[in-house]
């Protein structure tokens, strides 16, 4: 298993040739699930004590397993919010790989850690953060969330002295914030007050302020961080960060910002205007496997104050000792800034893909895809059978069939999938059902838009 002898170099060439082969695809099928019972008969049984061999494990992904996933990366996969690696972001995940690097330390992945770091680097310069922000990349941004949150209340507790040590944290958050929020608090004990949203969905400033202005002193001392969403998932709307840069200041409390999906539209000359008060976040997450054009699973996390993620998350051992020294850049640990201890340099496919096409690049192709989607909207306000539920603001378009119900959305859902058409799910507003397309990927067109608008008449 461990040795490359004549066989092992026939695998290579085959695996290596298949993961060409996949990225030359333009466009990949779209796909779609199997039951569990269908994948049971076709693959038959594949781990055994003997082994199937290699050529033939390779055969069963590729004839039976991959086309049972859907291609994320398809130019009309539009639900939920997708993904769009660069080839060399691909390319390069085969190295990362292969490299068998320890991402956790710089004493064992230094190099990795370096390069990991210079991309960080360009996230923080786009959200104005100072030169001493750092962080990590985490598997995404329910990890980033539950990390930063877990910060949050280090500090916290660390102000108060011992005083707040038993004290149940309190997390004021936004009604549009990712569920992955509200699951922190449950694994942190914590508690959250939810903050009443406007029309559109974002955070009501006139309702923090209210919700603040109402507060005891004790309960002011309570509140652990505010959190706020920089692009919502749902309907891709931004919180305003000024004001809630500017209560968490009267509050003297933890500014934590959620950009898992709209974050990236800092590196938008279209948007970037719509994000101030970001620069004030003491922590903040994008997910490049979403619209920075990644692999999965990718996740920056970033703190204005690296050394107080530090000394909330830094694990302690007899055998981890030889790991922290005396030289401040030697100390730069990638585990040190996240609720992990072993970590894949997730990030270095990228980093990779950052230096090898430039940060222009990146700008342009953020900008299309706003481009797109804003395109997609005018369509679907110049249509007679399609309304819009909101004007977009990054690249969420959601609008209604007029005159359709639930069971009308999900079957035209699952016959546009199956047709190998596009794939977009209904989701919810304000208890109806409506359609919700993310366009995060440059490939996609208008002309691909046209298509569902047509479908949908």
Not at 69 to 82: E, G, M, Q, T, Y
Not at 428 to 440: H, K, P, Q, S
Request: aromatic content about 8%; hydrophobic content about 45%.
């Amino acid at each position: 298993m461990h040795s490359h002898d004549a066989s092992t170099e026939v695998l290579t060439q085959a695996i290596v040739r298949a993961a060409i082969d996949r990225v030359r695809l333009d466009p990949p099928p779209l796909d779609g699930p199997r039951s569990p019972a269908e994948l049971r008969a076709m693959t038959g049984r594949t781990i055994t004590p003997k082994g199937i061999g290699g050529l033939e494990a390779l055969r069963v992904w590729s004839d039976v397993l991959a086309p049972a996933c859907i291609s994320v990366d398809h130019p009309r996969f539009l639900s939920f919010v997708p993904a769009a690696p660069t080839e060399a972001s691909i390319l390069f995940d085969l190295v990362v790989g292969a490299s068998s690097i320890f991402g956790g330390s710089w004493l064992e992945g230094a190099g990795a850690a370096h390069a990991e770091n210079e991309a960080l680097r360009w996230i923080a310069d786009l959200v104005g953060l100072p030169a001493e922000a750092g962080g990590v990349f985490v598997s995404g941004g329910t990890a980033g969330n539950l990390s930063a949150l877990i910060a949050a209340r280090h500090r916290w507790r660390e102000r108060a002295g011992g005083r707040l040590d038993r004290t149940r944290a309190l997390f004021l958050v936004s009604k549009g914030a990712h569920s992955s929020i509200a699951s922190a608090a449950r694994a942190m004990d914590a508690d959250i007050v939810t903050v009443d949203a406007d029309a559109s969905g974002r955070m009501s400033a006139d309702a923090l302020r209210s919700l603040v202005g109402a507060m005891s002193a004790d309960e002011r001392t309570g509140v652990t961080a505010l959190v706020v969403t920089s692009g919502t998932t749902n309907a891709g709307v931004i919180d305003p960060l000024d004001v809630a840069a500017e209560v968490a200041s009267e509050l003297a409390t933890w500014l934590h910002v959620d950009g898992a999906y709209g974050g990236a539209g800092l590196a938008s000359r279209l948007v970037r205007d719509r994000y101030a008060g970001i620069e004030h976040a003491d922590s903040f997450i994008v997910d490049p496997h979403k619209w920075l054009f990644a692999p999965f699973d990718c996740c920056a996390l970033l703190y204005r104050d690296p050394d107080q993620a530090r000394r909330a998350h830094t694990q302690h051992a007899e055998y981890l000792d030889v790991l922290h020294g005396d030289d401040a850049e030697a100390e730069w640990n990638p585990s040190d800034f996240a609720h992990h201890l072993s970590r894949r340099a997730r990030g270095l496919p990228f980093w990779f893909s950052l230096a090898a096409y430039g940060t222009d690049a990146y700008v342009d192709a953020v900008d299309e895809t706003i481009r797109v989607a804003h395109e997609g909207a005018r369509l679907v306000r110049e249509s007679n059978h399609l309304e819009l539920v909101l004007e977009p603001e990054l690249s969420v378009v959601m609008f209604r069939r007029l005159g359709w119900s639930a069971e009308q959305y999900s079957e035209w859902s699952d016959r546009m999938l199956a047709d190998g058409i596009a794939f977009v799910t209904p989701t919810a507003w304000n208890g109806e059902t409506v359609l919700r397309i993310c366009v995060v990927n440059p490939r996609t067109t208008v002309d691909d838009l046209a298509l569902i608008v047509e479908s949908l008449a």
